[in-house]
T-cell receptor, first 121, second 111 residues
Framework: DAMVIQNPRYQVTQFGKPVTLSCSQT?????MYWYQQKSSQAPKLLFH???????NEADTPDNFQSRRPNTSFCFLDIRSPGLGDAAMYLC????????????????????FGPGTRLTVL | DAKTTQPPSMDCAEGRAANLPCNHS???????VYWYRQIHSQGPQYIIH???NNETNEMASLIITEDRKSSTLILPHATLRDTAVYYC????????????FGTGTLLAVQP
C-alpha cells in the first residue's frame, strides 16, 4: 500500500546532540511537510517542500533544518536539541493543489505518517 | 489567516450521530474548510473538505452554512474507534496546500 513512513518511531537524544529524523513516501507526491506536535497541543507546521523548493515558516527556529534529496525522502535535522524540542514530529505529503475554473486552487488532502516521538535527555 | 473556533470536547453515545461544530467567521471566498482527525498517538487523518456545497463521503458529511461562517461535521453512526481529536481547518491562501491546525475538539464516544 502507498504510504508515508517515518523512522524511527521513537528517538532518544541527548541535550545538544544533533539528531536526524527521516520520512519516506511511496505516494509520489511533490509536496512534503514537517510538523511539530508537543504534548496536548495541535500540530504546528515547521516547513514544507514544494518539489525542491524549501518553504520555512517564519517562526521556525534556526535549530531546525531540512533536506529533501529526492521525491521520496525528506529529513528533519535538529542541530542542537534542547529540552523544549521534545515532541512528536509528523511528516506529511500531498499533491499539488488543483486549479479550479474560478482561479482558486482546490487543495489536496495531506497524508500523514505515524510520527517520530523525540525525547531529549 | 482565517481562524476557527471549536468546542474543546464533546461526548457522543455509540451508534448515535456525532455533530461537531466549527466557526470560521473570517473565512474568505476562496478558502476551503478541511476536517482532519487524530486518534491518540497516531498521525492526523484526512476526513473531508468543502468550499460552499455540502459534501459527503464514506466517513462523514460536511454541512457548510450559506454564509460560510460556520460548518458542522457529521459522523452518522459513531463507534468507539471514532474517539479522537477533530480539527476544523481553513486552508491558508488559494495557491498553497498549507494547513494551520487549531485546538480541535476531543470527541469521546461512550459505549
Amino acid at each position: 500500500d502507498a504510504m508515508v513512513i517515518q523512522n524511527p518511531r521513537y528517538q532518544v537524544t541527548q541535550f545538544g546532540k544533533p539528531v536526524t529524523l527521516s520520512c519516506s513516501q511511496t505516494l509520489n507526491h511533490n509536496v512534503m511537510y514537517w510538523y511539530q506536535q508537543k504534548s496536548s497541543q495541535a500540530p504546528k507546521l515547521l516547513f514544507h517542500y514544494y518539489d525542491k523548493d524549501f518553504n520555512n515558516e517564519a517562526d521556525t527556529p534556526d535549530n531546525f533544518q531540512s533536506r529533501r534529496p529526492n521525491t521520496s525522502f525528506c529529513f528533519l535535522d535538529i542541530r542542537s536539541p534542547g529540552l523544549g524540542d521534545a515532541a512528536m514530529y509528523l511528516c506529511a505529503t500531498s499533491r499539488d493543489p488543483i486549479p479550479t475554473s474560478g482561479g482558486a486552487k482546490r487543495g489536496n488532502e495531506q497524508f500523514f505518517g505515524p510520527g517520530t516521538r523525540l525525547t531529549v535527555l | 489567516d482565517a481562524k476557527t473556533t471549536q468546542p474543546p470536547s464533546m461526548d457522543c453515545a455509540e451508534g448515535r450521530a456525532a455533530n461537531l461544530p466549527c466557526n470560521h467567521s473570517t473565512i474568505s471566498g476562496n478558502e476551503y474548510v478541511y476536517w482532519y482527525r487524530q486518534i491518540h498517538s497516531q498521525g492526523p487523518q484526512y476526513i473531508i473538505h468543502g468550499l460552499k456545497n455540502n459534501e459527503t463521503n464514506e466517513m462523514a458529511s460536511l454541512i457548510i452554512t450559506e454564509d460560510r461562517k460556520s460548518s458542522t461535521l457529521i459522523l452518522p453512526h459513531a463507534t468507539l474507534r471514532d474517539t479522537a481529536v477533530y480539527y476544523c481547518i481553513v486552508r491558508v491562501g488559494v495557491t498553497t496546500n498549507k494547513l494551520i491546525f487549531g485546538t480541535g475538539t476531543l470527541l469521546a464516544v461512550q459505549p
